[in-house]
């Protein structure tokens, strides 16, 4: 099976920070990573495809880059409406998944 | 866009059965492209995949729910089903729909709003 890392667990940012998150897959898994974005009682929400590619609607201030093992998600300038916990998803070995155990960003 | 609906008992009593059901509207779960999947979310922490089905029935299952997992189809109702065997685990439970297709999109791309399920005596 293939395991999926997330660090931080959580952090504390301010508004128009640049915010990076990281995601380590414990084998290749080549560009097949996925990033959602899951408010409070809420549904995750894809924004992320295939390591780098921006979902439709997303804000460009979210970007994703990496391949093989390691990826991160980047937030340019952190908004108010971006305090929200984000998830790592690989698609390597589809239809199996596995979900990082997200990052939580909260406001400093 | 596709409209997903979870349905089924809020409350299980522990080694009972967990059964959920998925309601699909605004597409066929007959697509090809796409598999049907259920995801839980015990409170205050992250995201599981239970598994998927394919239209055909074809299913995948998480290894370490394997043995107590059924998934199930009925294109009929574009509705497909969770059973969860010896129930010990309060959790919000999703239904999401996976897509794939060219270019590595290969993405959950909708996702039901989520029905907390206790369990519980």
């Known amino acids: 099976d293939i395991q999926m890392t997330q660090s931080p667990s959580s952090l504390s940012a301010s508004v128009g920070d640049r915010v990076t998150i990281t995601c380590r897959a414990s084998?290749?898994?080549?560009?097949?990573l996925n990033w959602y974005q899951q408010k409070v009682g809420k549904a995750p929400k894809l924004l992320i495809y295939?390591?780098?590619s921006l979902q439709s609607g997303v804000p460009s201030r979210f970007s994703g880059s990496g391949s093989g093992t390691d990826f991160t998600l980047t937030i340019s300038s952190l908004q108010p409406e971006d305090f929200a916990t984000y998830y790592c998803?690989?698609?390597?070995?589809?239809?199996?998944?596995?979900f990082g155990g997200g990052t939580k960003v909260e406001i400093k | 866009q596709l409209q997903l609906q979870e349905s089924g008992p809020g409350l299980v009593k522990p080694s009972e059965t967990l059964s959920l059901t998925c309601t699909v509207s605004?597409?066929?779960?007959?697509?090809?492209?796409?598999?049907w999947g259920w995801i839980r979310q015990p409170p205050g922490k992250g995201l599981e995949w239970i598994g998927s089905?394919?239209?055909?029935?074809?299913?995948y299952y998480n290894p370490s729910l394997k043995s107590r997992v059924t998934i199930s189809v009925d294109t009929s109702k574009n509705q497909f089903s969770l059973r969860l065997n010896s129930a010990a685990d309060t959790a919000v439970y999703y239904c999401?729909?996976?897509?794939f297709g060219p270019g590595r999109r290969y993405y959950f791309d909708s996702w039901g709003q989520g029905t907390l399920v206790t369990v519980s005596s």
């Open positions: 999401a729909s996976f897509f």
């Open positions: 998803q690989q698609s390597d070995s589809i239809p199996s998944v596995t």
């Open positions: 295939a390591a780098s």
């Open positions: 089905i394919y239209y055909s029935g074809s299913t």
């Open positions: 084998q290749s898994i080549s560009r097949y």
């Open positions: 605004g597409g066929s779960i007959s697509s090809s492209s796409y598999y």
